[in-house]
């Protein structure tokens, strides 16, 4: 029997958690390494999350956020400062290298708002289903039909 390793697609999604639950019960093999630089994804509430990504030494300006249809692209390109020339580093320990991160959302998953403070970047995002896709009851007899309330099973 093969057995697929699904944690890149686990770690790049947000708001399938329906999904991703399901694949919690099954055996995925470890192994895979995180990928510079290093981040959360954060259910802050029923429809809400958050993708934390550690960016020290980055300034607003070296990072680029572009949500486009399903996909959520963050960029970090850091820009040599002219008070670095002339300096020799002896040891390089804080990464400071260029990246692309991408992570794919779930339909009706649109980005609020992005924040940085003491070298995190926090991306805030909210799943807002439309109207016309809610559930509706539908009345015998002709009736207007009123709109049921949504449910989370726990």
Excluded: C, W
């Amino acid at each position: 029997m093969r057995q697929f390793d699904l944690s890149p697609l686990y770690r790049s999604t947000v708001g399938f958690d329906r999904l991703f639950g399901m694949i919690d019960s099954l055996t995925v093999p470890e192994g895979a390494v995180p990928a510079y630089p290093p981040y959360n994804i954060e259910r802050t509430g029923e429809n809400a999350y958050r993708v934390t990504m550690a960016v020290a030494g980055f300034a607003e300006q070296d990072l680029a956020i572009e949500a486009k249809e399903n996909t959520l692209t963050v960029k970090g390109e850091k820009k040599e400062s002219e008070t670095t020339e002339g300096k020799e580093v002896l040891y390089r320990g804080i990464a400071a290298r260029s990246f692309e991160r991408r992570f794919q959302l779930a339909d009706h998953v649109e980005v609020k708002g992005a924040s940085l403070a003491n070298g995190l970047l926090h991306i805030d995002l909210v799943r807002e289903i439309p109207e016309a896709m809610k559930p509706r009851a539908v009345a015998i007899n002709g009736k207007l039909a009123k709109q049921v309330e949504a449910k989370v099973a726990a």
